[in-house]
């Protein structure tokens, strides 16, 4: 007899279809960010840095809010709140060094 209860390993890293969803293919908002991020390497200063820390910003913002709300599971739902929380801090928080 099958059970059709779900384990809690299964509620938080399986998706619908029941595979096992840890890490998944770059979507758009994560390209977009690699690019703006690897750019901003070589355009420190200026407007461009400016623009590219913006794209940078807006792309894993919103990878983060989509991983929150449409994640396939609760470890990505997770991780996207975690990164949420953690660029919006370091938007607000000072670096001292």
Do not use: C, H
């Amino acid at each position: 007899m099958e059970s059709t209860q779900s384990s809690l390993f299964d509620k938080i890293f399986r998706d619908s279809n029941g595979n096992i969803v840890i890490a998944q293919p770059p979507n758009l908002p994560i390209i977009v960010w690699g690019v703006a991020s690897l750019l901003k390497l070589v355009f420190t200063s200026g407007k461009v840095g400016i623009g590219l820390d913006a794209v940078a910003y807006g792309a894993l913002f919103t990878w983060a809010w989509e991983e929150l709300f449409q994640g396939v599971n609760y470890f990505r739902r997770a991780l996207g709140l975690i990164v949420l929380i953690g660029i919006i801090a370091s938007k607000i928080l000072p670096i001292t060094y």
